[in-house]
């Protein structure tokens, strides 16, 4: 059974940090690309980043650019997310993707507010 599993959500204040992790299950994690995405309350789902599975390569949303990392460890078939400088805007529920495939996980939120 193909599983993702997020965690590491929580509430952090304005200039605070979170790393998310996303394990995953039941896929070939070592050749599958991941993204992380993020939804908001009355906004639509958005890329955040992603990395691909060849040499690590990483792409970014402009959002976040400079401020969250994005890194895999394939011996664990783990995924994550360091977000650093956090601010008020990037409160939503973060979910991990497979590229190329409809698999999600359930996502994890981040709420960030003094």
């Known amino acids: 059974q193909v599983q993702l599993v997020e965690s590491g959500g929580g509430l952090v204040q304005p200039g605070g940090s979170l790393r998310l992790s996303c394990a995953a299950s039941g896929i070939f994690f070592s050749i599958s690309g991941m993204g992380w995405y993020r939804q908001a309350p009355g906004k639509q789902r958005e890329f955040i980043a992603s990395?691909?599975?060849?040499?690590?390569?990483?792409n970014y949303a402009d959002s976040v650019k400079g401020r969250f990392t994005i890194s895999r460890d394939n011996a664990k078939a783990t995924v994550y997310v360091q977000m650093n400088n956090l601010k008020p805007e990037d409160t939503a529920v973060y979910y991990c993707?497979?590229?190329?495939?409809?698999?999600w996980g359930q996502g994890t939120q981040v709420t960030v507010s003094s």
């Open positions: 990395i691909n599975n060849r040499d690590g390569r990483a």
């Open positions: 993707k497979v590229l190329g495939a409809d698999i």
